[in-house]
């Protein structure tokens, strides 16, 4: 399968953002841990390219579980947010997917498909000039099941009106991609295309 080439029977093209579209993670990582000193929690590297496509809230709460803290999800969500769209000057897109997409634009209906909030989502798709390119934004807050669950890929096909079977879709991390072949769709792990980071095992 080559990731460039649009084969005739997919239908719709679904994307991850962070890391997939926008040029993201790096600043998250570094949001991450401002946020974990100013709050007082251990949280590396590796472990975050892990859980990545995974809510900041469950983050939260699964650091919570581990670490025996009482950390407030909400609050330390809302301070990483924060801490984030503070540097969103400096995101970037990841050119070679974002040139598929463009090349894409009215050929067929696209979605994004992120683990992130609308808010920080909706702000980064407007920085970098794409959200027009897309007939759907599926977020965190749109469904009960997270990555790696399928549901949020199958949300995005279900609002673009093709079968999830006619839809290829394009992530970063394995969460990702788990869910993308658990919603029976083509899957691409764009990282081997952009040099992006390969996490460390689930449970590192």
């Known amino acids: 399968m080559d990731p460039l080439a649009i084969p005739d029977h997919i239908q719709g093209l679904i994307f991850d953002c962070d890391g997939t579209l926008a040029?993201?993670?790096p600043l998250h990582w570094q949001s991450w841990e401002e946020v974990a000193a100013r709050h007082r929690f251990h949280f590396t590297e590796p472990r975050?390219?892990?859980l990545a496509g995974i809510p900041s809230r469950d983050i939260v709460r699964q650091l919570n579980l581990e670490q025996g803290l009482t950390l407030d999800p909400l609050t330390v969500v809302r301070d990483k947010e924060q801490t984030?769209?503070?540097k969103l000057e400096q995101v970037g897109p990841i050119d070679l997917i974002?040139?598929?997409a463009r090349s894409q634009a009215g050929r067929r209906p696209m979605a994004v498909a992120s683990g992130g909030s609308r808010r920080v989502i909706e702000r980064v798709l407007d920085h970098l000039g794409l959200r027009p390119l897309f007939?759907?934004?599926?977020?965190?807050e749109d469904v009960t099941r997270q990555k790696p669950a399928p549901d949020i890929f199958l949300e995005a096909a279900r609002r673009l009106g093709v079968p999830p079977c006619g839809c290829r879709a394009y992530e970063d991390a394995d969460l990702g991609l788990e869910a993308i072949r658990a919603a029976g769709m083509e899957a691409v792990d764009v990282r081997p295309l952009t040099g992006g980071f390969c996490p460390a095992p689930r449970g590192f």
């Open 48 to 50: 975050f390219y892990a």
């Open 135 to 140: 007939q759907a934004v599926v977020t965190n």
């Open 23 to 25: 040029d993201t993670m």
């Open 98 to 100: 974002v040139r598929l």
């Open 84 to 86: 984030y769209l503070a």
